[in-house]
């Protein structure tokens, strides 16, 4: 009797099992296109030119009349030795020499900013890369320590670090310490062995778990990993057991990137091109599993790539709203302006973006010549104001009123605008009610289509391939 009754409720949940996994397959077929990362907007090869250095000091002066807390993002280009997945912008190098020069010209061109009467006070600081820790601890000793002559610190100052576990000495973690940096970022990637082979970067779990114990001693200490999947050679099982050790290592927070694949740009890919590489529906599982797992554990997720602890001040600002995206990833900072020293590094003026120059000796010879080393820019228009608002919300929070930003497009643009955003609707990924939409759970891993669907820059044109990285 009771087989009866139970047999078609089995063949029931078979099917809404087949029918769901239907779903994801034609959902992953429609969306999974080349997009941009929307860390800004415009997306950067629809930037609109450098404002010169009198119109970008005017632009801080402008804002910081309103809201005068600052973002400093700091870049260090070098790294020891290449990993072949690695997208950033990166030199590399065993001359240590190299470092005094670098952090000289990140001095002077700080003394550019000071030298305006800007009324700042930072928040924060983020050292980024290549490779934060290629400087030796006295080298950033003098760094933090030079900067902090000429700063005014906000009360709730945060340092934060991205650190290569492979070239972290202990004195690193005291010249943290000391400085108030007490937000630390390890580059994990993946613990396969055979995985590690394949990107040349070997990295045994004592390593890193002899690092992160250290870091545990101290007190106070936040600590991200950063993860990757779609890397040659992971499988479910290595992921699976990739996330046992993560999870077992008690981070507080978890970048889990999209393996971003660019070989264009980033030749060392091009070796990688030669394995097979996870993508599409493989791809995602991969994804899918390191994040049930993070959910069994006790994460939450913060964003379409990221993951906290939900007593973390990131899950908090989510819940209330509050939380936002900038170049370096999620953060609780209300701050409007970003200042970025280094080669390559973004700021960003609350009215638009200036970029420096990418290559590091080029970046240097400009700055001991005195000039500023912009090689492009966006200067903002009111549209794109409200745009970015909009992409900032669905990318943090799930929600967003875009009332505003129709109201200022042309008819032809809302209505196409409102066009895909209800074929979106159509499809399950989100809901739009009054111009409010609302990004749904099945939709967050295409929130880059969703904020693609307000790009007027990528309409009625063909998006050039090999532009930008893929969205799965
Ligand atoms: C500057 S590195 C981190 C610090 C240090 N250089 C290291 O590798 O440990 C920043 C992070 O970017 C991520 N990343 C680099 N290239 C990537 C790519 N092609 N796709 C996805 N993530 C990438 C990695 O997770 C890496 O940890
Ligand atoms: S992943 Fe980190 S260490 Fe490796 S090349 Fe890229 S920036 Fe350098």
Redesign the pocket.
Known sequence: MIQIILLPLICLYFKLLTYSKYVCMKLLDKYNQQLPRYTSFPAHPHWNGSPTTVQWMNQLQETSRENNNLEIYIHIPY?ESL?R????N?KITKNKEISKIYIDALLKEWKHYTDQNLDFQTTGIHL??????FLSPGELDLLFTELSKTMKFAPKFKGSI?????VTVPGHLEVFEKHNFNHI?????DFDLAVQENIS?IQPLELVADLVSKIRSRDGIFLNF???H?LPGQTPETIRDTFDKVIDLGPDTI?Y??????PWK?KA?SLLEKLKIPTGEEKKELFDIGKQALLANGFKELGFDHFAKPESELYKSKQSGTLKRNFMGYTVSNAEMLIGLGCSSISYSGLGYVQNEKNPDTYMEQIQKGEMPFITGHTHSELDIEIYKNIQELMCNGRSDLTETLSKMSTNLSGTVLAELNDMKTDGILDINNGVVEVKEIGIPYVRNICKALDYNLKDKKTPKNQF?STI
Do not use: M
């Not at 997945?85 to 950033?88: E, G, I, P, T, Y």
């Not at 980024?128 to 820790?133: V, Y």
């Not at 970022?185 to 990637?189: A, D, K, T, V, Y």
């Open positions: 790294c990993c997945f690695c997208a950033c990166k980024g890369g290549g490779t934060p820790t991205e650190i290569d576990p492979r970022s390890l580059g994990i990637q970067r950063d993860l990757i779609g970048a990137y999209s393996y971003a694949r660019v980033s890919q990285s």
